[in-house]
């Protein structure tokens, strides 16, 4: 009698040893720690968390014999100085606490060091620090200093011609997401509280549910040379799929490390749509409706009507938006689970 039960012979019956020895294969039992024997800490105490818990970082930093300094920040401009007295230092590793903004003004101020940085989680939302898997709890997350297996990945960044004031000037201004549309509409009507909980999607959500029936724009984008046309409500270029939810992406095709741009831009003002189209990423890997996207190292957007434009939480004005992918321009220290195929 035909059966389609597997027996303990058969080869595609599970076996208990293969399982022991697949959890104890080079994959897993060659993770390195890297440990670090002198740090700077920059701390935003304006984050929106509780603050930082001192003692007990301070024991982790002890159980790890480690030589630190920290320095605590008040504005974007302090953390980029601070940044660079400790690659001047020659600092094993930059620690920052504080939110996605503090973090993106450290991360822009170490081009061309070799010196990794160690995210704390501080802020509300910490899109980042979800997308690159570092635990939201700040113990947790300080283990990364050398109590736990990690790992130092190379992220890419994208920069904004002319999109950061200096002096009278302007210069070019990094970032790893840049919206225009909702995002920037949402912006000019939040208040502090709202900021604290951006993301790149919170801000997204919070104005579906606040603004009703959104302008739609034409977009004229030009991507490596070539041409694409996209009626929207919200466009963006970003380095991350996060929407601030572990596990959640817009897309996998989207990598901080592959060298690419992704830009994506949402149709439909519809929040239902927009979360469904999260899922499907999730549940498929595929982009659904309502989400074009295209991928880029030079990229250029024109809006019609003109939209306004936030990066990475913050306002900006530029006359043309011409952005360029970095690559490999910060090193950040993550769990060694949390990066494919680690060794």
């Known amino acids: 009698m035909a059966t389609n039960q597997q027996t303990a012979d058969s080869p595609q019956a599970p076996n208990v040893i293969d399982r022991v ?13 890297h440990k670090f024997s002198r740090v700077h800490i920059i701390v935003n105490p304006a984050s929106g968390q509780e603050g930082l818990h001192l003692p007990k970082l301070n024991k982790i930093l002890n159980e790890l014999e480690i030589d630190w300094e920290m320095f605590v920040i008040r504005n974007g401009e302090e953390a980029s100085e601070r940044a660079q007295q400790a690659i001047e230092a020659k600092v094993d590793a930059i620690v920052v606490y504080g939110g996605d903004g503090t973090v993106l003004e450290v ?8 010196i990794p940085l160690i995210i704390i989680p501080g802020g509300t ?4 620090s979800v997308e690159l898997g570092i635990p939201a709890e700040q113990t947790e997350a300080a283990k990364l200093l050398g109590s736990v297996p990690n790992a130092v990945r ?3 960044m994208g ?22 549309g909702l995002e920037g509409m949402m912006h000019k009507e939040a208040d502090r509280e709202a900021k604290d909980r951006s993301g ?12 009703s029936n959104p302008t739609a724009a034409h977009y004229h984008i030009t991507l490596d040379g070539k041409t694409v046309e996209a009626d929207g409500i919200n466009c963006m270029v970003t380095n991350f799929g996060s929407v601030g939810v572990q ?4 897309s996998h095709r989207i990598d901080m490390s592959d060298g690419l741009l992704d830009v994506i831009v949402i149709q439909n003002a519809n929040i239902s749509s927009i979360l469904s189209a999260a899922a499907n990423a999730v549940a498929s890997g595929e982009l659904a409706q309502p989400l074009l996207q295209w991928q880029g190292r030079e990229v250029t957007i024109s809006a019609e009507p003109k939209q306004p434009l936030v990066v990475d939480g913050e306002l900006v004005e530029v006359d043309d938006i011409k952005v360029r992918i ?15 195929n680690i060794s």
């Open 21 to 33: 020895k697949q959890m104890v294969s080079p994959k897993n039992s060659e993770a390195t720690i």
């Open 107 to 114: 991360a822009s101020s170490m081009h061309g060091s070799d």
């Open 125 to 128: 939302a910490n899109v980042l």
């Open 154 to 156: 190379t992220l890419d």
């Open 159 to 180: 920069v904004l011609a002319g999109g950061k004031s200096d002096g009278d000037g302007k210069k070019d201004l990094y970032f790893f997401h840049l919206g225009l």
């Open 200 to 211: 790149m999607f919170a801000y997204v959500a919070a104005a579906l549910k606040t603004l």
């Open 247 to 250: 596990g959640i992406t817009l």
């Open 326 to 340: 970095m690559p490999k321009f910060v090193r950040v220290v993550v769990p060694a689970a949390a990066v494919p």
